[in-house]
């Protein structure tokens, strides 16, 4: 404990350039996912490919991808871009098959009545099919979430500085706290994402928070029911 309050600096610091990689690639593999997931659902020949493809990429070790990056891409292994990139391919991994799922489950008939009321392709996507899938897809972005501030920790292997100093310095000098205070502040900034993004799903879809009070007043008139018919 006492190294912790000694080295808060050094944890705070560490905890933003972790946030900032991680922020990075989950809005890149949110921004990609969707065009991708899109084509992959709206095109039936290509749902098995993008999806199975994309889904496989998430069988690459993270370490091996990360070395792989710089081939192709001819970026620097140890360059903060190439984590972010490794990063984003498993966002996409977990991300496209939520989208295609989130827009399965639109009711055929909503998305007929956007067509017959003269609502194209793009504008039905935009206006009608995304926010009936946004559960969906808000609960895979709250995975993708989670698992991309955990993997960014392996960025240090290759040189990229971030929560993941405290593990590999802190095994290597065997000072505990310092592995402890890295698992403790990957967790916590792994809790603040999610609550945010269930927060932003409230405000951007308040019809999601009013279905379980729907169900609750349902449960609550079933129950009472029998009570009303006995008194009778």
Partial sequence: MNWILENLDLIGTLALEHLRQSLWAIAAGFLVSLPLGWAAWRYKALRGLVVTGTGLLYTIPSLALLMILPVVTGMSAISEANLIVA??????????????????????????????????????????????????????????????????????LVGVTNLGYLFTNGLQRRIIPEVLA???AVALIALIIDLLLVLAGRWLMPWTAAQPRRARRARRARNRAPQAVGTR
Avoid at 99 to 113: E, H, M, Y
């Fill in 87 to 156: 990063l984003t391919i498993y966002a996409l991994a977990i991300m496209v098959r939520c989208v295609v799922d989130g827009l399965d489950s639109v009711d055929p008939q909503t998305r007929s009545a956007a067509t017959a009321m003269g609502y194209g392709p793009g504008r039905r996507f935009a206006a009608v099919e995304l926010p009936l899938a946004g559960p969906v897809i808000l609960a895979g972005l709250r995975v993708t979430s989670v698992s991309t501030i955990s993997l960014a920790t392996v960025g240090i």
């Fill in 182 to 184: 890295g698992v403790l």
